[in-house]
């Protein structure tokens, strides 16, 4: 023998305690932020090439170089300026609060609050659609038929707003919601039933239930069609009892209850998987459903279980833009929203406080966008170009990792977020 | 001479563990070298250094004397080094012959050229004695057949230095024995061999010299012929290990777990088990015995209700659970050990505390109602942390940052830590070091004699032979024999897991000759 073999431990090699706290902040808060920083600089960068007089400034950069940058500092602060003044409208509401400490009434102020009102507005179906998808996520299933749902708890809300007539609102309200979120469980039940009794891929099926309900919609709401009006393709308006109040009179501003709503339905959410064992036993079978099985989980039980409390999400968001913003529903209501409910979850990696940060993003993104057009006459698509670069770069870590020289992360936690495709 | 190989110095960092601190290893032309180490030694980093997939930090790598670097697998094989990996990277639906060109392919024009490299492979496996048709596809192929062709892969591209990881963790003992065969002729036409095992019996039997690497150092370099299997074993845990258990005689009681004439199908709808009947009483461990694939795993489902019952009845402390599901059984006080721990036993990216508690957490104190209670959920797993010896900086971190030993014992720790009558272990020690496997024989011997029927399914002669006080041997679905384990010997049980009856077995085989039990690996 070469050395002794006395056990003396060696002081060296002591694996290092993995900080899962300080990984999940960057992974939650720090990646995100970058995504989107970065993202709105692409964004810029093709403001300012799609921009014709920046482009002629900068071709004569040579005889003049001031104008080149003052028209690039000028494209760039109409294009974001009008996003932000469109979406936030801080310095409106700054200015309007000081009206109002002038003793100069308040209406400044209420109408400067109208675009950061429309942004909270808007973001309402996307946290309820986002949690859906997130929240299948969380028990290993991919719900890519928040379309489908959401279109569905739209028409069962509008159809029991218009249809039921004579009710006082505190039970027309609650049932035409009601109507809304269990059409959207029932649409996605089906496609958990599906999955556990013939092991049917809820992708395929949610997909073919998108399908289902975008053609239902179309025969329903055609012009003189079951739901729809004699004379448009549209359904008759919602009921007055049957709407969700709407919280200024301001005109302009349709922020309405949803938005209380949605939040306490993020914290349901968390609660939820967090906090009881329901959601112990979905994040569980999410990440791995042969243990789930083992430890004596009702894994079939489970994922329609899961499959409906999504699509009751989902249903919810479509049944609160109608009843809270709409009122009304025509054919191609929700265009795409049950898809970009897929990007918000990813965004906000699964969590419900990420998803309701990722919503505030979405919200006020789309709502600046449109002033952004109007203003600068830069096209909407940009920020989709925007969005899907924040969705690229959280899909891709590795870019902005590399981008802003952020070290590898030594220990992965979480759930794989392809889950999805597996068995 | 020079050797083949040296490594001097190697050195690997990773952020917050030193996988290598300077280590030293020399292998001479033609000889076998075992290196031997705990799971999470650092003999896997080693050898990925060895075949190009990290770069060291420090050291230097010299090929028969001249001093080099070696930048990927296709480096490595350049230089005449080949790897057979534990998991086989063989593609299924293709031949042996086209596994063996994959990546390497010979054309003749713009066709692949099978014939040359089939008769290139047979001419391979007649000089090392490796049988195998190069015309057959892999996924037809047996475990030990597979794993032939792996190592003919590696010839074929010239390999003098061939390094094995764990090669016989998936091999029957026969396949293991074959295998040994072919590495000495090999060695005899002067392939240099890097062996890495954790199993001591084998590097005595198989290695030339065996250097012994603990917590990323080498802790000693010997002659196997001047070494034992104690000494070995000290080396490589750091502390002195029982590799005999001492095992007062069982007193069994009532009938826990009885079962008859039971069917079960496998994934492919064949009848896995086939009529199988057995009891198991309180306070004795019953040892299933088999090569791997006779229907054990389909029994342990079907026990546990993970998998349905066609015919035939079970019974636990004299309750019907034929097709019951698995939380009927577990609240029968079943535990179950498990034969694919990560799969099966935890949910990888859930802490510690999480892993528990997953039968149980519906249960007070876990949970009220409702309401899951973290903090005690917490704190149990403190205590069962202690208790159990597992080797982690908390119980807040995921499983999977754990070794496979200290992942075993959380799961012996949730098992074994809740009121149970019936133990039902699937390979308990598959892939464990020599301290953890001491470790988890002792609890469940612990058990038996708490009074705790236990069955012991192993596919580790050697385990069961050490534990059980009952053998049933399982061939085909059934149990050929059902005998107390002092009637018998090794050689006996192990005719009788090929096929053998009991009868044939006594009558051919040695006799038991000593009641000393030796278990360890």
Redesign the interface.
């Known amino acids: 023998m070469t050395e002794a073999t006395t056990a003396t431990p060696s002081p060296v090699a002591t694996t290092a305690p993995p900080k899962p706290r300080q990984t999940r902040m960057r992974d939650v808060i720090l990646y995100p932020l970058l995504a989107v920083f970065t993202a709105l600089i692409l964004g810029g960068i093709l403001i300012l090439v799609t921009d014709r007089a920046v482009v002629q400034a900068w071709l004569n950069f040579f005889d003049d170089p001031m104008a080149a940058l003052r028209a690039t500092g000028h494209s760039l602060s109409t294009a974001y300026g009008a996003m932000f003044e469109g979406s936030l409208n801080f310095g409106g509401i700054l200015r309007g609060i000081g009206a109002a400490l002038r003793g100069e009434g308040t209406q400044e102020l209420a109408v400067a609050l109208v675009p950061l009102a429309e942004s909270l507005t808007q973001a309402v179906p996307y946290i309820f659609a986002g949690l859906a998808v997130a929240f299948a996520f969380q028990g290993g299933l991919f719900n890519i038929g928040g379309e489908g749902q959401m279109l569905v708890g739209a028409l069962c809300s509008v159809y029991i707003g218009f249809k039921v007539t004579g009710l006082p609102w505190y039970v027309h309200l609650p049932l035409a919601m009601f109507a809304g979120i269990a059409g959207g469980a029932i649409w996605a039940a089906i496609v958990g039933v599906l999955k556990a009794y013939t092991g049917a891929h809820e992708v395929i099926n949610t997909i073919m239930m998108n399908w289902i309900a975008i053609s239902l919609s179309t025969w329903l709401l055609k012009v003189g069609g079951p739901m729809a009006r004699p004379d448009v393709p549209v359904t008759p308006p919602v009921l007055e009892t049957a709407w969700i109040p709407r919280l200024f009179d301001t005109p302009g501003n349709r922020f309405h209850a949803g938005f209380f709503l949605a939040l306490f339905t993020v914290w349901l959410i968390w609660w939820i998987l967090y906090k009881s064992t329901l959601g112990f036993q979905i994040r569980m079978v999410g990440a791995n459903a042969r243990a789930a099985k083992y430890s004596g989980v009702n894994v079939k039980r489970l994922w329609i279980a899961v499959m409906a409390i999504s699509g009751a999400l989902a249903g919810t968001a479509g049944m609160v833009q109608t009843l809270g913003v709409d009122r009304w529903v025509g054919v191609g209501f929700s265009s795409g929203m049950g898809f970009d409910a897929i990007a918000l979850a990813l965004l906000g990696k699964n969590h419900p406080v990420g998803v309701l940060l990722a919503a505030l993003l979405f919200g006020t993104l789309k709502n600046g966008a449109t002033r952004m057009q109007s203003v600068a006459q830069i096209p909407v698509d940009i920020i989709t170009i925007v969005i899907a670069l924040v969705i690229v770069f959280i899909a891709a870590p590795e870019i902005i990792r590399w981008l802003y020289r952020l070290r590898q992360p030594v220990a992965k936690e979480g759930p794989v977020f392809s889950k999805g495709w597996g068995s | 001479m020079t050797p083949v190989l040296e490594l001097r110095n190697i050195t690997k960092r ?6 290598n ?1 300077h280590i030293n290893l020399t292998l001479e032309e033609g000889e076998i070298h075992a290196l031997l180490g705990e799971n999470g030694a ?1 003999k896997s980093t080693l050898m990925n250094i060895l075949y190009g997939l990290y770069h060291p930090d420090e050291g230097e790598i010299y090929i028969r004397g001249q001093r080099t670097q070696i930048n990927g697998p296709t480096d490595a094989i350049r230089q005449g080094i080949g790897m057979v990996h534990q998991h086989f990277m063989l593609v299924p639906v293709l031949t042996v012959t086209e596994n063996v060109m994959l990546g390497n392919e010979s054309v003749k024009g713009l066709v692949l050229d099978r014939k040359a490299v089939a008769a290139r492979i047979r001419e391979i496996s007649q000089r090392h004695g490796l049988e195998v048709d190069p015309d057959v596809r892999v996924e037809d192929l047996s475990v030990g057949v597979r794993q032939r062709v792996e190592i003919i892969k590696v010839l074929y591209r010239n390999a003098n230095i061939l390094i094995l990881d764990e090669p016989t963790a998936v091999l029957t003992p026969q396949e293991a024995d074959d295998l040994f065969e072919i590495l000495r002729s090999l060695r005899s036409q002067g392939v240099s061999i890097i062996f890495i095992s954790h199993k001591l019996r084998e590097v005595l039997a198989l290695a030339d010299r065996v250097t012994v690497i ?9 002659p196997t012929k ?1 070494a034992n299997q104690a ?1 070995l074993a ?2 490589m845990v ?2 002195r290990v029982a590799l005999t258990v001492q095992k007062p005689p069982a007193k069994p009681g009532e009938v826990v777990l009885a079962f008859k004439n039971l069917k079960v199908l496998d994934n492919l709808m064949h009848l896995a088990v086939n009529g199988a009947s057995l009891e198991v009483r309180a306070g004795e461990i019953v040892g299933v015995a088999g090569v791997q694939g006779n229907g054990q795993t389909e029994l342990v489902e079907a026990l ?1 209700g ?1 998998r349905p019952v066609q015919d035939g009845t079970i019974t636990i402390a004299g309750k019907d659970v034929t097709n019951a ?3 009927v059984i ?1 609240e029968c006080g079943v535990a ?1 050990i ?1 034969e694919d721990r990560q ?9 510690i505390h ?1 892993n528990l508690v ?2 149980t ?2 249960h007070p104190p876990f ?1 009220n109602g ?3 209670n ?1 903090e005690a959920i917490r704190q149990q797993a403190e205590r069962l942390v202690q208790e159990f010896d597992v080797r982690t ?2 119980a ?3 499983v ?2 754990l070794s496979g030993g200290n992942q075993q014992k959380v799961i012996v720790a949730r098992e074994m830590s809740r009121p149970i009558k019936l133990l039902i272990a699937n390979q308990p020690t598959r892939g464990l070091d020599v301290g953890s496997i001491e470790y988890i024989h002792r609890r469940i011997l612990e058990k038996r004699d708490q009074g705790v029927a236990v069955l012991l399914v192993s596919a580790e002669l050697d385990e069961i032979m050490g534990l059980a006080d009952r053998i049933a041997v399982m061939f085909k679905g059934k149990f050929t024999a059902v005998v107390d384990a002092d009637e018998v010997s090794k050689e006996q049980v192990g005719l009788m897991m090929a096929g053998s009856s009991l009868e044939e077995a006594l009558a051919h085989a040695p006799k038991p000759v000593s009641k000393e039990r030796e278990i360890v690996t």
């Open positions: 990773f952020p917050g563990v030193l996988a601190d650092g603990r917590r990323g150092r080498v802790v000693g370099e010997t001047d000494m000290e080396m750091g502390r546990t993970l599901s698995p939380r577990t179950h498990p799969e099966d036993g935890l949910v990888l990216p859930f802490p999480d997953i039968n957490f519906y949970a409702w309401v899951v973290h900086p908390s807040a971190v995921p999977a940052t």
